[in-house]
């Protein structure tokens, strides 16, 4: 045996696996965190409902269109906000396209688009704008919308 009676034996735990694991993990949240949080405009004031909805865990793909009071769209990844109707449309169109294409590559036949377009219009945008945003989804082939509005607490 290579113990004799009277010794001591110190274990010392390696601590180097566990706090890279916590490192990463903390990583992973920072990034997580700033993806979100850049697709939700704090310069959009939304309405408030008297009652409203969470937002459903099964819709994994999701389009966050972020709609200013003066009608203009902030997308995440566009430089500057798509003002007239034609750059609203050009921009939804490639985006169901490659949401298309990427469906039929990962198997369906069909091409089904899966995206639920998340509608963050400002509470003093017109009416008008919004209804012609949804309209103009709907045309160019999304099937699952949704508006966001704050609830209203207490009252």
């Known amino acids: 045996m290579s113990h004799a009676?009277?010794?001591?034996?110190?274990?010392?735990?390696?601590?180097?696996?566990?706090?890279?694991?916590?490192?990463?993990?903390?990583?992973f949240f920072m990034i997580t965190m700033n993806f979100v949080s850049a697709q939700l405009?704090?310069?959009i004031k939304l309405p408030?409902?008297?009652?409203?909805?969470?937002?459903?865990?099964?819709?994994?793909?999701?389009?966050?269109l972020n709609m200013e009071a003066s009608g203009k769209l902030q997308v995440v990844g566009?430089?500057?906000?798509?003002?007239?109707?034609?750059?609203?449309?050009?921009?939804?169109?490639?985006?169901y396209l490659d949401a298309k294409r990427t469906a039929e590559e990962q198997g369906d036949r069909h091409g089904r688009v899966k995206t639920t377009v998340i509608i963050r219009a400002d509470r003093n945008a017109n009416y008008e704008d919004v209804f012609e945003l949804m309209a103009l989804c709907k045309e160019v082939g999304f099937r699952k919308l949704q508006l966001r509005a704050y609830t209203q607490m207490g009252g």
């Open 78 to 95: 566009q430089p500057r906000p798509l003002a007239t109707l034609g750059d609203k449309r050009f921009y939804l169109r490639q985006y």
């Open 5 to 27: 009676l009277g010794e001591e034996t110190k274990a010392e735990p390696n601590l180097v696996p566990l706090l890279d694991l916590v490192f990463q993990l903390i990583m």
């Open 41 to 43: 405009s704090e310069d």
């Open 48 to 64: 408030i409902a008297q009652s409203a909805r969470a937002m459903d865990r099964a819709e994994a793909e999701v389009l966050v």
